[in-house]
């Protein structure tokens, strides 16, 4: 499967320790996105990454909140000192944007990573 | 900046009945919308996407939207549901740029025999 893969797919952690969440995306997709998803809403977007360019971050983007794309691969999201409200499904998208203006492709999303807070 | 409005919550229809679920959409300018399909333990996947090239848009498993300027929406439509069709639907618009998506609330949508 080629599809946009996340590492874990549920993740129980206890308040005030820190979790990581990676994302691999598409191979040949240079955009990469993350989003939260809490129940019975819709996903919001926190942030996305041209390459290894973090280029926009969402205000839902506390500064407890990182996301790293080294080497303009995979993706990992660090939240430190969890909260109860940061429970949520976290998901990476992944398309592909030629320079220039335009639309990127298709995002393609992976199956997410659920977070629970206890 | 462009918004979406997902106008039912829930919709619930019988199988071989056709499937109607609102849109609404707030834009400054010509909009790029789509329609994605939820299920559960599985991802987002991408139904039909309207980039103003026709205002009706033909999508994967018979679903089709038609985009209406006048009355700012992009309803999603099938003319027969079927038992596999029951899962979450999001309308979404594109802002910044194209560089995020806006996700509406989401419609939950079961089919019954």
């Known amino acids: 499967d080629t599809g946009v893969s996340q590492d874990p797919r549920h993740k129980i952690t206890k308040r005030g320790q820190n979790v990581t969440f990676r994302c691999d995306p598409i191979?040949?997709?240079?955009?990469l996105y993350w989003y939260r998803q809490t129940l019975g809403q819709g996903p919001e977007f926190l942030t996305y990454?041209?390459?290894?360019?973090?280029?926009?971050k969402s205000r839902l983007l506390s500064d407890r909140f990182s996301a790293e794309r080294p080497k303009g691969s995979f993706s990992t999201l660090e939240i430190q000192r969890t909260e109860q409200g940061d429970s949520a499904m976290y998901l990476c998208a992944s398309s592909y944007k030629t320079q220039g203006t335009g639309m990127p492709t298709e995002a393609f999303f992976g199956q997410g990573t659920r977070l629970t807070v206890v | 900046a462009q918004s979406v409005t997902q106008l039912d919550s829930h919709v619930s229809v019988s199988e071989g009945t056709p499937v109607l679920l609102r849109c609404n959409y707030s834009s400054s300018y010509s909009p790029s919308l789509f329609w994605y399909v939820q299920h559960p333990n599985k991802g987002l996947q991408l139904l039909l996407k309207?980039?103003?090239?026709?205002?009706l848009v033909k999508g994967i498993n018979g679903f089709e939207a038609e985009f209406k300027k006048s009355e700012t929406s992009f309803h999603l439509t099938k003319p027969s549901a079927h038992m596999s069709d029951a899962a979450e639907y999001f309308c979404?618009?594109?802002?910044?740029?194209?560089?995020?998506?806006?996700f509406g609330a989401g419609t939950r949508l079961a089919v019954h025999p």
């Open positions: 309207y980039t103003s090239a026709a205002t």
């Open positions: 191979s040949e997709h240079n955009r």
């Open positions: 979404v618009g594109a802002s910044g740029g194209y560089n995020k998506l806006i």
């Open positions: 990454f041209q390459n290894e360019a973090q280029l926009e």
